[in-house]
């Protein structure tokens, strides 16, 4: 790579040791021209191929190769077009037409002795003008985006946003909140037919009261030692008649 005259940086893309150059007719139709109307093994001239790329456009330059001296070179705009035209009955056949700097220019014909070598003359070009498709496509997209307006993402003086969260539970402001316990344990429930006993100096609680009255009538067990009978029933078993036991006995056993 070497720097071009005009600032720009010359890039050599392609290099052939061995081409042909021949004098072709005048086409005569519109079909393309054809490598059988020229005298192919009288060549014109033969040499060494270059193409350099300085900026967007390609040089064909044809050199001697021995000295170097420039023959004639062929500025390339665009790929394909009217610069180089491939021949219609072969693909290692192309006419290119050269300028020699002055305004005037020829049309030649430009042969390659393998077709390997003409296909990398192809290829050559191509890559290159595909290359500057891209840059022009990426200078449009820098050029529209600094012409476009700018969003202004930032908040302003006061500007605040609210951010939802989702699946979280209120609490219900009616609900009461659950009392801690106090590390106090309830004394366990108290068993049938037990009997409180007060603790000294104190007065004894009365006994918890029952809604089923079948439990007081309940005779099956024997009565405790600290309940006689004459404080339950009175003076019922005091009585002497007859009557009165049968009464209080019918009304016992009911």
């Known amino acids: 790579m070497a720097l071009a005259d005009d600032g720009s940086y010359e890039s050599v893309i392609c290099v052939k040791p061995e081409v042909h150059v021949y004098k072709i007719p005048p086409r005569a139709t519109n079909r393309g021209y054809r490598a059988a109307d020229w005298k192919l093994d009288e060549p014109a001239w033969t040499g060494r191929m270059k193409i350099i790329s300085i900026g967007k456009l390609a040089y064909i330059k ?11 070179q ?7 077009g009217c610069v180089v035209e491939a021949v219609t009955d072969s693909s290692r056949y192309f006419v290119v037409r050269i300028e020699d700097g002055n305004g005037r220019h020829a049309f030649i014909g ?9 296909f990398d003359f192809n290829v050559a070009l191509q890559d290159h003008f595909k290359w500057v498709k891209q840059e022009g496509e990426l200078a449009k997209e820098e050029a529209s985006q600094s012409t476009a307006p ?11 946003i609210k951010i939802s969260i989702g699946n ?13 316990g106090s590390g106090l344990l309830l004394p366990p429930p108290m068993a049938k037919g037990a009997v409180l006993v007060s603790p000294p100096g104190g007065q004894q609680s009365p006994p918890p009261t029952q809604s089923n009255t079948a439990s007081l009538l ?19 078993t005091a009585a002497g008649a007859s009557s009165s036991q049968d009464t209080a006995k019918g009304w016992v056993q009911f």
């Open 168 to 180: 979280i539970k209120k609490k219900d402001p009616g609900a009461k909140s659950r009392p801690m």
């Open 218 to 236: 309940d005779f099956g067990g024997p009565v405790p030692a600290t309940l006689p009978t004459a404080d339950l029933w009175g003076d019922f």
């Open 150 to 160: 700018k969003l202004d993402l930032g908040f302003k003086d006061g500007q605040t």
């Open 62 to 72: 044809l050199e001697d190769k021995n000295s170097g001296e420039l023959f004639a």
């Open 74 to 80: 062929a500025p390339v705009e665009q790929y394909p």
């Open 110 to 118: 430009l042969g390659f002795a393998d077709r390997g070598d003409s």
